[in-house]
């Protein structure tokens, strides 16, 4: 079954730390891979989208990386900051062009 | 620029009523699509459509109906809430077919809570 696992599903730092979140994906083939930001009572707001002949994507303070071969992704947060609390998603499309999405890392910046 | 506009944001309802929730976009897109979201779980694909008359099934449709009769509106009905429908329903819209290499443009969510 095609699945998208996130880790950790929480994390606190300390705002102007660096923190990376992870996405393990079994989605295959895929189409391409997708993070979104989402602020506490609002809808998702894309940060990124990679193919998968993409290995970096920045945008800003976030990049994200892909290894099509292991299956996996990362978003690299840069010197934090209090308005990067949110949650972060990883949605992965299939070839059928189905979105499979992840359940999503909540992120708290603390001052 | 308004993008999707989704009402009511927050409504509560007994067992067995029915409601619309409404969805509206201003950006002329073919696409348009409703996720519920859940605790610890990825948003889920409840109904889709590609143009104005067509409408599909996603991952999750009972109890849940769509109609798309303009591009700008894709309204969505609660036949008979149960419990089961607590959740945040949200709607998106995206250029093409599909929100694939296009971007989703997500409404800021519809909390539902069924007693």
């Known amino acids: 079954k095609n699945q998208v696992e996130q880790s950790p599903q929480s994390l606190i730092i300390l705002e102007g730390k660096n923190c990376t979140l992870q996405c393990n994906y079994t989605v295959s083939p895929f189409s391409n891979l997708r993070w979104y930001k989402q602020d506490t009572g609002r809808g998702p707001v894309s940060l990124t989208i990679?193919?998968?002949s993409e290995n970096t994507k920045s945008n800003g303070r976030y990049t994200a990386t892909l290894d099509a071969d292991t299956k996996q992704s990362s978003l690299h947060i840069t010197a934090s900051q209090l308005s990067d609390s949110a949650s972060y998603i990883c949605?992965?499309?299939?070839?059928?062009?189905?979105?499979?999405w992840g359940a999503g890392t909540k992120l708290i910046i603390k001052p | 620029n308004a993008g999707v506009t989704q009402t009511p944001k927050f409504q509560v309802l007994k067992t067995g009523q029915s409601m619309t929730l409404q969805c509206a976009q201003d950006m002329n897109h073919e696409y348009m699509s409703w996720y519920r979201q859940d605790p610890g779980m990825g948003l889920r694909l409840i109904h889709y459509?590609?143009?104005?008359?067509?409408?599909d099934q996603g991952e999750v449709p009972n109890g849940y109906n769509v109609s798309r009769s303009t591009t700008e509106d894709f309204p969505l009905r609660l036949l008979s809430a149960a419990p089961s429908q607590t959740s945040v329903y949200f709607c998106a819209s995206s250029t093409g077919t599909g929100i694939t290499n296009t971007e989703a443009f997500f409404g800021q969510g519809t909390r539902l809570t069924v007693v």
């Open positions: 459509s590609v143009g104005a008359g067509i409408t």
């Open positions: 990679m193919t998968f």
């Open positions: 949605v992965v499309t299939d070839s059928n062009y189905q979105l499979i």
